[in-house]
Nanobody
Framework: QVQLVESGGGSVQSGGSLRLSCAGS????????TGWFRQVPGKEREGVAS???????NYADSVRGRFTISQGNTKNTLYLEMNSVKPEDTAMYYCAAELSDTPIGQYYVPCEGYHSWGQGTQVTVSS
């Protein structure tokens, strides 16, 4: 059973930094996509950043240049380094995973069907 547990959220002033972590357990797959999402009450969930098993990274335009997604050495830990944060970054942040035994390619297009989610960690940025 896949489990994802986020940590590192909290309160920070505008312009500050925060590092989120997501510890994954219960799986070993050769192909995957892992990502960070965020959601504000009353709004749709927004994709923030993703990284797949081929090392491809994607960012939302709203965070590109300020946030950095990375993995731990074991690839079961996901990080989100948040720099120059803004009040509009305030949200509940979730990590998600999409796992496959099929290599990335024609039969597996990564980052299109996340099936495991963490419980979330709150980030609040004050102005």
């Amino acid at each position: 059973q896949v489990q994802l547990v986020e940590s590192g959220g909290g309160s920070v002033q505008s312009g500050g930094s925060l590092r989120l972590s997501c510890a994954g357990s219960g799986y070993t797959y050769s192909s995957y996509c892992t990502g960070w999402f965020r959601q504000v009450p009353g709004k749709e969930r927004e994709g923030v950043a993703s990284i797949d098993s081929d090392g491809r990274v994607n960012y939302a335009d709203s965070v590109r240049g300020r946030f950095t997604i990375s993995q731990g050495n074991t690839k079961n830990t996901l990080y989100l380094e948040m720099n120059s944060v803004k009040p509009e970054d305030t949200a509940m942040y979730y990590c998600a995973a999409e796992l496959s035994d099929t290599p990335i390619g024609q039969y597996y297009v990564p980052c299109e069907g996340y099936h495991s989610w963490g419980q979330g960690t709150q980030v609040t940025v004050s102005s």
